[in-house]
């Protein structure tokens, strides 16, 4: 009964660096999103998907792409890591939209770092 | 901007005690979640209250919504150690199709 699945847990990265977070769920959800947790700031929405194939921007997309190839994955990708982008990232996904009434789950978090 | 705030940012209590937080919000929302943060893990959901409800229990928690005042509170009676946590409220926005919105949270310190 895993969830939703983050990898990997921790990064750091030399600016300039690329990487590719992923997100794993197995509850067949078709919404899933990106959020960075920032001291003071909550959590903000990167880019979220309504489903296989599609994507669509948050509130704080710049620096960030992302890809649904599959329903059970989420890829959050940093083409150029920024020092500005040092965060905690997490994924989460629901069942139907948050107009539906329907709950998030979270995944366990990814702490990264960008010097 | 956050379309959800929480207040206080920082509550402490003795155990046994009751914690209340609130949260505003500015737009018109279809229902207004509550999730709880763990120091370093993620966010699990607590409860869920709709636009046409005004009040919902679950457990020791009790929700209260006040959709004129654009605002909520999270009571969590007879308080433990283990409610030690950071609480945010999060709202779906109707303007902004799926997403939830979430606030910047209250973080609850229960003595024991």
């Known amino acids: 009964n895993a969830g939703v699945t983050q990898t990997p847990k921790f990064r750091v990265l030399k600016t300039g660096q690329s990487m590719t977070l992923l997100c794993a769920q197995d509850m067949n959800h078709e919404y899933m999103y990106w959020y960075r947790q920032d001291p003071g700031m909550g959590l903000r929405l990167i880019h979220y998907?309504?489903?296989?194939?599609?994507?669509a921007k948050g509130e704080v997309p710049d620096g960030y792409n992302v890809s649904r190839l599959k329903k059970q994955n989420f890829l959050l990708g940093l083409e150029s890591a920024a020092p500005s982008q040092t965060s905690v990232y997490f994924c989460?996904?629901?069942?139907?939209?948050?107009?539906?009434?329907?709950?998030?789950?979270f995944g366990q978090g990814t702490r990264l770092t960008v010097v | 901007s956050q379309q959800g705030e929480e207040d206080p940012q920082a509550l402490s209590i003795q155990e046994g005690e009751n914690a209340t937080m609130n949260c505003s919000y500015k737009?018109?929302?279809?229902?207004l979640q509550w999730y709880r943060q763990n120091s370093g893990r993620g966010l699990v959901h607590l409860i869920l209250i709709r636009s046409n409800e005004r009040e919902k229990h679950s457990g020791r928690l009790r929700v209260t919504l006040d959709t004129s005042k654009k605002s909520s509170s999270l009571l969590i009676t007879a308080s433990r150690a283990a409610d030690t946590a950071s609480y945010f409220c999060a709202t779906d926005v109707r303007t902004s199709g799926s997403r939830l919105t979430f606030g910047e949270g209250t973080q609850l310190t229960v003595n024991p």
């Open positions: 737009t018109s929302i279809n229902n």
């Open positions: 998907s309504v489903g296989e194939g599609t994507t």
């Open positions: 989460a996904s629901s069942r139907r939209g948050a107009l539906m009434n329907t709950e998030a789950f």
